[in-house]
């Protein structure tokens, strides 16, 4: 399918693209490697190359990784921005939990001078240099609203909120697992008269000074929004509705992360999860008595089977060791700006901040359900999830982080940097054996 796609690329361009009775009525070349071709009211544009759907951390390292086996691509955000989660939609606060050597994307490590957790802003310059180290300009303010496999023709055919439609040999999805917020609907929560978001919009705390904020969600957004709310003056309260696991960011001066990565690497799940449940009640005690229950299931054996993250603690607990940010069980209801918990206790709030997780919005918008189920996540298990069917790559959705989007941007751009070159020199020696024939003909 692929060669033939190749070969009769020009002929493509002159196939009806969805509008009822609507042809193509001229072609224009508009990048090197985009084409498009205007209908009465639809343009469409034929991608040489694969379409990236997003230009976070891993639509930028899958492109960085195209651009250095000669690959040219084109890359879409229906934002204005690249990284447009960690630029639009975190708190000021924010640095990477995880060590920088397991942050960084491929081809271009952090600049040495940054510390060994870099903030949001030196992140956000990294991600802004890496963009123009490799000449990734996407197209922005272009929302996917759909794509489909054409079966007939061999392409997939992508729909943007910019009235293009995009057709493409290739098609990798990097729209990352936490494209949309969750809200989770809580009696009476929508006639609450007090200030209402989610953690997504929550920038800092200064703008809460005074105020009694009630947290609900106990992950690492909702347990590091808390420590900032103390640290302005504000008196959180935080809801745990189940348990959690909360580990020490560092252990003795060393990474937690970086150390259970190695000792996964020679023991079994189940004993680096005792070794390390029983480093934790070494340094941070027995937190049973604060409110924060511990899952039966270890942290890394229920991060692995249920995708469930730990909490790496930045200094939230000392603050709920000292009262300064309170813990609640889960909600029952919200009356006339109060809300009651389930243990019957009931408190006054004026601001309620949902730190209650992300999703994946491919379902919405993917026509597929082969290599995606409908959470919005590939169906096989890491390292099996990058690629589907058809010339379809998932990028980022290991639920391991950045590390996990450098490992699937490599194996994805190889593995259609391996196809597009087989298929050039097919390419061009098609295009040779023409031009011998032409001249053949016109000698005789
Ligand atoms: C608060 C917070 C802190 C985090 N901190 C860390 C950390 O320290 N370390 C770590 O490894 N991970 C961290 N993560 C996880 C983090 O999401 C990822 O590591 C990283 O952002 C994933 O990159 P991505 O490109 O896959 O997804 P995203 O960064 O979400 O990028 C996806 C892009 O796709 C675009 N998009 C979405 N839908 C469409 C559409 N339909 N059409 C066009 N464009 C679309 C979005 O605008 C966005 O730019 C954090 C997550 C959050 C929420
Ligand atoms: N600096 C960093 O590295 C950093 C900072 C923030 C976030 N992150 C990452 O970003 C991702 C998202 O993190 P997140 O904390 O935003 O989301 P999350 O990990 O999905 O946590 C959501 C929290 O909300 C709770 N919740 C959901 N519905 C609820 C309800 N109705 N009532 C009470 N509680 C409810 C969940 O409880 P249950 O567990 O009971 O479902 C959970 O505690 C994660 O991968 C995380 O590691 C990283």
Known sequence: MGQTFYLYRPILLYLPTGHPNAFVLSTQVLESNMYCTSLFKQRSMWVNGPLVVGAGPSGLAVAACLRSRGVPFVVLDRADCIASLWQNRTYDRLRLHLPK?????????????????????????????????????????????SARYDETCGIWRVKTTAEVEYISQWLVVATGENAECVAPEIDGLERFPGVLLHASEYKSGEAYRGKKVLVVGCGNSGMEICLDL????????????????????????????????????LLPVWLVDMIFLCLTWVVLGNLEKHGLKRPKMGPFELKISQGKTPVLDTGTLEKIKTGDIKV????????????????????????????????????????????????????APFPGGWKGKNGLYAVGFTGRGLSGSAFDAERTAEDIARIWTEESKQAKSFMAGHRMCSSLQWRQ
């Open 101 to 145: 050597q397991f942050c960084q994307l491929p081809n271009l490590p952090f600049p040495e001078d940054f510390p060994q957790y870099p903030t949001k802003r030196q992140f956000v310059d990294y991600l802004e240099s890496y963009a123009r180290a490799f000449g990734i300009r996407p197209r922005f303010n272009e929302g996917v609203l």
């Open 230 to 265: 103390s640290l302005h003056g504000c008196f959180p309260t935080m809801v745990v509705r189940d348990s959690v696991h909360v580990l020490p960011r560092e252990v003795f001066g060393k990474s937690t992360f970086e150390m259970a990565v190695a000792m996964t690497k």
């Open 328 to 379: 609640v069980p889960g909600i029952k209801k919200f009356t006339h700006g109060k809300a009651e918990f389930v243990d019957g206790q009931i408190l006054d709030v004026d601001v309620v901040v949902l730190a209650t997780g992300y999703r994946s919005n491919v379902p919405s918008w993917l026509q597929e359900s082969d290599f995606f189920s409908s959470d919005g996540l590939p169906k």
